[in-house]
């Protein structure tokens, strides 16, 4: 290890889109293990609003989804006081970072991501310049607060490379004046991915071989955060499976998406581990399997439904968290942003 990658103390930095409804692929991919992280680091939770728009969006409705975000992260258990919750768009500095990127990142790099690829579709000439230069700002998100860990699901895999391949050639390219100004050899950590926990990746109820999408046409294929109990119970009861029983041992989920999704899901809500879950349910039915899973995930997110619904409703107290988040995120972003100016040349 560098001198200054030791002066760079650890950080958490993670985000969520305000578009749609969140969904148990959100809550077990993400935010239980933001949730944990919250023990051990100091943490930085952002509602990136500013990546929202790079598709259009109704402004009623983006408003009130950042504040359902942000009612989501808080019922989930994030601490907004020992730690932040914010919304992009409130700190400029995310956009200031994310023009020196676009300076930074290589056209070759974009083209490579997969994410711009799927959402952009076939009518790429009408896509959104924003949409391309979308993983440039994530990558700012991350470190305009110079955050050394990035809780994610497995999707984001592909985003957080380019984000350690902008900090490396940011490093590489300025060398010479990041030492100049006192920093070392390197004024941006390369950021480490965390995707972590039995359900790095929860797939559509209604087809196993595709993720549960926000953007997903079907409500059945996924279990949004605010759906209540009957919901619940339905969208599991219809969810796809296949005519064999369960199996006892894990390589008997091989070739069976649907049956794998769903033990997954059992094992992240329970914490058991996926064995554990075989061995109690193996050579069952589904139906009976099906069951304990509705009463185990009406157990769980219910809680969290209920204060969730209760947190959407009061705006007033929800706008004071984000501001009051934004002004402690301004303070570390403000200060690593005018590094950079010095770095890169600009006079201030
Ligand atoms: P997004 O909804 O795209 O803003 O994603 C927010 C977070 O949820 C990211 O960390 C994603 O990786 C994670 N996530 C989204 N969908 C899933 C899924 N189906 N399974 C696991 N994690 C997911
Ligand atoms: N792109 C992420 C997603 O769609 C959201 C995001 C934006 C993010 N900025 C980030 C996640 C910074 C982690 C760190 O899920």
């Known amino acids: 290890m560098t001198e200054t990658s030791l002066t760079i103390p650890p950080r958490v930095f993670s ?3 305000p578009s749609g409804n969140l969904h148990l692929g959100n809550y077990l991919g993400a935010m239980v ?7 051990t680091h100091d943490c930085i939770y952002c509602v990136v609003d500013m990546h929202a728009i790079t598709v259009a969006q109704d402004p009623h409705e983006l408003r009130k989804s950042i504040r359902e975000v942000t009612a989501a992260y808080l019922a989930a258990g994030i601490d907004a006081k020992k730690h932040i919750i914010f919304n992009q768009s409130q700190v400029a500095e995310h956009a200031e970072l994310a023009w020196v990127f676009n300076c930074v990142a290589r056209l070759g790099w974009l083209n490579r991501m997969t994410q711009f690829k799927e959402k952009a579709g076939k009518d790429r000439e009408n896509a959104s310049v924003g949409l391309y230069a979308y993983p440039n700002l994530m990558a700012a998100d991350i470190l305009v607060y110079r955050a050394t860990h990035v809780p994610v699901g497995e999707d984001q895999k592909q985003h957080l490379e380019l984000a350690r391949d902008i900090a490396q050639k940011f490093n590489n390219d300025f ?4 030492a100049e100004h006192g920093f070392g050899e390197e004024f941006f950590p390369l950021p480490e991915p965390m995707i972590q926990g039995p359900a790095t990746r929860v797939m559509s109820l209604r087809d196993g071989t595709k993720k549960m999408s926000k953007s997903d046409p079907s409500d059945y294929s996924r279990i949004n955060l605010i759906d209540d ?5 339905l969208k599991i009861r219809r969810a796809k499976t296949d005519p064999e029983p369960l199996p006892s041992e894990m390589q008997g989920l091989a070739g069976r998406p649907e049956a794998e999704n769903l033990i997954g899901i059992f094992s992240a809500l329970s914490g058991q581990s996926k064995e554990e879950v075989l061995k109690q349910f193996g050579g069952g039915q589904f ?6 899973l509705v009463d185990l995930a009406v157990a769980k997110l219910g809680p969290v439904t209920a204060e969730m619904k209760r947190l959407s409703g009061d705006a007033a107290y929800i706008d004071s968290v984000l501001k009051d988040g934004a ?11 005018d590094a950079v100016k010095d770095i890169v040349g600009f006079v201030r």
């Open 15 to 17: 985000g969520m889109q």
């Open 287 to 292: 139906s009976a399997f099906k069951a304990a």
């Open 327 to 337: 002004d402690r995120a301004r303070v570390i972003a403000r200060q690593n942003m």
């Open 175 to 178: 060398a010479a004046s990041i």
């Open 33 to 39: 293990n933001w949730v944990a992280m919250q023990r």
């Open 229 to 233: 109990a009957d919901t619940i119970a």
